[in-house]
């Protein structure tokens, strides 16, 4: 069933309040978290989007000093109308390990939120949570009603059984609380303890408008232009689940036309950089994106076909189709739905010879137009169309 169009739900959300709880940074590669808030401010609603803090320690290591800079700005922004950032204070280190240290770096975020509710006059508002150690500000919050949207297995991202253990203790803690649970993917309910709550799936989206004008006629950015044809190009954060050693193949293949776009964790940084013939274009802020989606011949995914990353709904697969070019990716479950327009590589090598055989033909018009299609009924409206018709059942929506 289609949703409502998004507007007519204006007179329902027109002054309801939302929180979100622990969030990824406003200004880093934008999540759903971002479209769903900045789409729900500009239909009326009052938002506070709460950053998850990091750790000085991890500020240091990480050599994160962009978010040191934002905090100087102030612990409250306003990004616009209705809508405010808040920059907790960064966590004591050690949370990770402790409840105890855990429990008092959420009972001081509570605290400014609390604090910015009351100034407000905040007496009634929804939580929407994305990660487990939520729970530990939400123990000092009061709710009306508590979302938990889950974008990642997170007890994945640990790299031993104990921290594991305690991700999924703490998980449990939160979905007991929750009223509501979304998973972006079908695969995150072989985790029992998500799938014993028998969660709602509503996969990610995409600025389709934006994302479309990548594969349009217009300027090429000087960066792109720079760059020997053919090109092959990645957009988003390079982490420990992209596959080096298939990087590094492309590299070896075509170098210098391999071009990644988007910031690299500081934990991968000297691995990333010291592979040959890769163009590292850095963090480019979404908006500016199209000029160089423009230069891309290629679009490509080259993720670890890991357990974490099977259990994920990348946003770039949608932002690809959006392009509508050629679109080679490892085989993950979240892109099986979309065989037919977009190359999935059995293995590395296969992976070089998608590429190689995307780059000797020319698009076929059709499927350009299919992809695109597909990509356009996967809009950020659409998908939280789906979540509001999820969340508001009773209430009258104008057609």
């Not at 907790?88 to 990770?96: I, V, Y």
């Not at 053919?230 to 071009?259: A, K, N």
């Amino acid at each position: 069933m289609t949703p409502a169009p998004l507007d007519a739900w204006r007179p329902v959300l027109k002054g309801r309040r939302f929180l979100w709880l622990l969030a990824p940074p406003w200004h880093d590669v934008p999540t759903r978290q971002n479209h769903f808030a900045r789409r729900l401010a500009r239909l009326g609603a009052e938002i506070l989007y709460v950053e998850n803090p990091p750790a000085l320690s991890s500020v240091i290591r990480q050599r994160r000093w962009r978010e040191l800079r934002l905090r100087r700005l102030g612990p409250i922004r306003e990004i616009e109308p209705r809508l405010h950032v808040l920059s907790p204070g960064l966590n004591f280190p050690g949370m990770k390990r402790s409840d105890t240290v855990a429990s008092v770096n959420g009972r001081l975020i509570a605290g400014q939120i609390n604090r910015y509710l009351q100034q407000q006059g905040w007496s009634s508002y929804e939580c929407w949570c994305r990660v487990p150690a939520s729970i530990f500000a939400l123990r000092y919050l009061t709710p009306d009603t508590t979302v938990y949207d889950i974008t990642d297995d997170y007890g994945l991202y640990e790299r031993n059984g104990a921290a594991r253990a305690t991700v999924r203790e703490r998980e449990g803690l939160l979905l007991a609380r929750a009223d509501h649970v979304f998973i972006t993917s079908a695969e995150l309910r072989k985790n029992p303890v998500i799938s014993a709550l028998r969660p709602r799936l509503v996969p990610n989206g995409v600025d389709y408008e934006l994302f479309a004008q990548g594969g349009e006629a217009g300027p090429v950015h000087p960066v792109i232009a720079s760059i020997q044809k053919p090109i092959i190009g990645y957009v988003g954060l390079t982490s420990h689940w992209m596959d080096f050693p298939l990087l590094e193949s492309l590299g070896q293949r075509w170098p210098g036309q391999v071009v990644m776009v988007g910031p690299i964790a500081a934990e991968v940084e000297a691995r990333a950089r010291a592979i040959p013939g890769i163009v590292w274009a850095g963090f480019v802020p979404q908006p500016e994106l199209p000029p160089y989606l423009r230069g891309f011949d290629v679009c490509i995914m080259p993720h670890l076909a890991n357990e974490l990353r099977c259990r994920s709904n990348p946003l770039k697969i949608c932002e690809y189709l959006a392009i509508g070019k050629p679109f080679v990716s490892v085989d993950l479950p979240a892109v099986q739905p979309f065989c037919g327009v977009i190359d999935v590589a059995a293995h590395r090598d296969d992976f070089v010879r998608l590429v190689a055989a995307n780059l000797a033909s020319s698009p076929l018009p059709h499927i350009v137009e299919w992809r695109q299609e597909i990509a356009r009924s996967f809009s950020w409206d659409h998908i939280l169309g789906t979540v509001l018709e999820q969340l508001y059942p009773l209430l009258r929506v104008a057609a």
